[in-house]
């Protein structure tokens, strides 16, 4: 157990609905960090949050937003779901944006129908 | 922008014995880090083993050590005594270590699909 929860586990939803995911990090983790696992695409960086503020964008589509609260929890947001969207979504934590070891949670599996 | 190759979509090797999974790199910044990953049946990424760039020395952890070859830039992972439970996809990965390139996340290789025969 890695010590970063995300929820839900699975989420299956229809094309052009919207769907939000939610990432916990590490107790005393500022940075959380977003990626996509697809068959076709591998596993791609999507966007970094660190105390609240946005620190860098990856290979994330304008339909996708994220964002990291006070508490230091964060959500994806993913919007005018394609069929292409399919895909394990994992966020990950570290203390810091830098060497040190990034946490990954269990992802959420969204299957887009 | 960086990449990362791995060659082998998939290995196979006895049980006790050893094998090494090959990643080479494509980058233009002279310092970085470089991580192996594993994910198992069950999905979760865990970290294996990571080298800083600036190291010459090479990293090992317990059965686990790379070779990492910077002027090649390569950077092998050589698992020793395999075990039934080191079987799993494993995934080379680089970030930089640039100012502002450590908001950046990580960069994977495709994985190889690495098969234990008992």
């Known amino acids: 157990d890695s010590g970063v929860t995300q929820t839900p586990k699975h989420l299956i939803t229809a094309t052009g609905q919207r769907v939000t995911l939610r990432c916990s990090p590490r107790?005393?983790?500022?940075?959380v960090y977003w990626y996509q696992q697809s068959l076709d695409q591998g596993l791609q960086f999507l966007i970094h949050y660190y105390n609240g503020e946005e620190r860098a964008k990856g290979n994330i589509l304008e339909r996708f937003s994220a964002q990291q609260f006070p508490d230091l929890h964060s959500e994806l947001n993913l919007s005018s779901l394609e069929l292409g969207d399919s895909a394990l979504y994992f966020c990950a934590s570290s203390v810091l944006d830098s060497f040190n070891e990034q946490f990954f949670g269990p992802g959420t599996r969204l299957t887009v129908l | 922008a960086q990449t990362v190759t791995q060659s082998q979509p998939e290995m196979s090797v006895q049980e006790a014995e050893t094998v090494t999974l090959s990643c080479t790199y494509d980058?233009?910044?002279?310092?970085?880090?470089l991580f192996w990953y594993k994910q198992p049946p069950s999905r979760q990424m865990i970290l294996v083993i990571r080298?800083?760039?600036?190291?010459?020395q090479n990293a090992t952890e317990n059965r686990f050590s790379v070779n990492f070859q910077k002027a090649a830039k390569s950077f092998s992972l050589k698992i020793s005594d395999s075990q039934l439970g080191d079987a799993a996809m494993y995934f080379c990965a680089y970030r930089s270590a640039m100012a502002g390139g450590g908001a950046d996340g990580l960069t994977f290789g495709k994985g190889t699909h690495l098969i234990i025969q008992p």
């Open positions: 107790s005393g983790d500022l940075s």
């Open positions: 080298q800083e760039a600036y190291k010459q």
């Open positions: 980058t233009s910044e002279s310092d970085y880090y």
